[in-house]
């Protein structure tokens, strides 16, 4: 079971099944009230992320500062102060697993949830560097209308972004 929240206010529950089957239309009548569709969705699996939950939207926010984003919070079944340590707001989307399902099903769900034009999927522990966000995105938009490039720009860019995070032995 989920608790799809916005602004601090939950929304409602629903059944995440092993298979995490949500049908779109469920999701975008939950979330009629809200703002139109930005352009980018930020989606983030959380499991017992307290340390690093605030300093990962403090970093998401600043470097999508001036752009049209929310951030897709998934917490999976944390046993911590993840949640209670998230920062709402009205570019915040909640979406908490009772229990642990694992990333797959946590990614599944926010993906479904999001409503940008862009998904981006990054890990909360802080292993993806946000930074590299707007550059992917300006890859995107770049190469629009030759996907097969713009995906081989966009994977030659994390493949590097990786050695930046993880120092040579």
């Known amino acids: 079971v989920a608790r799809i929240m916005h602004a601090g206010n939950e929304v409602r529950w629903l059944k995440i099944f ?3 089957i949500i049908e779109r239309p469920t999701f975008d009548a939950l979330f009629a009230s809200m703002p139109s569709s930005p352009a980018i969705s930020v989606v983030v699996p959380l499991y017992n992320e307290e340390d690093n939950v605030v300093e990962m939207q403090q970093q998401i926010d600043k470097v999508l500062s001036g752009r049209d984003y929310e951030l897709v919070l998934v917490d999976d079944g944390s046993k911590d102060q993840t949640l209670a340590r998230v920062q709402r707001g009205d570019r915040v989307r909640v979406l908490v697993f009772e229990k642990n399902s694992g990333q797959s099903a946590a ?3 926010g993906i479904h949830a999001a409503r ?3 998904i981006v999927m990054i890990d909360g522990d802080l292993q993806n560097d946000p ?3 707007p550059a992917l995105v300006k ?3 770049a190469a629009a209308g030759d996907r097969a490039n713009a995906l081989a720009d966009v994977r030659a860019l994390v493949a590097g972004s990786i050695w930046k995070l993880v120092p040579p032995a």
């Open 107 to 109: 990614m599944h769900a």
């Open 139 to 141: 890859k995107l938009e």
């Open 116 to 118: 940008g034009e862009v």
């Open 18 to 20: 092993a298979a995490t």
């Open 131 to 133: 930074k590299d966000i």
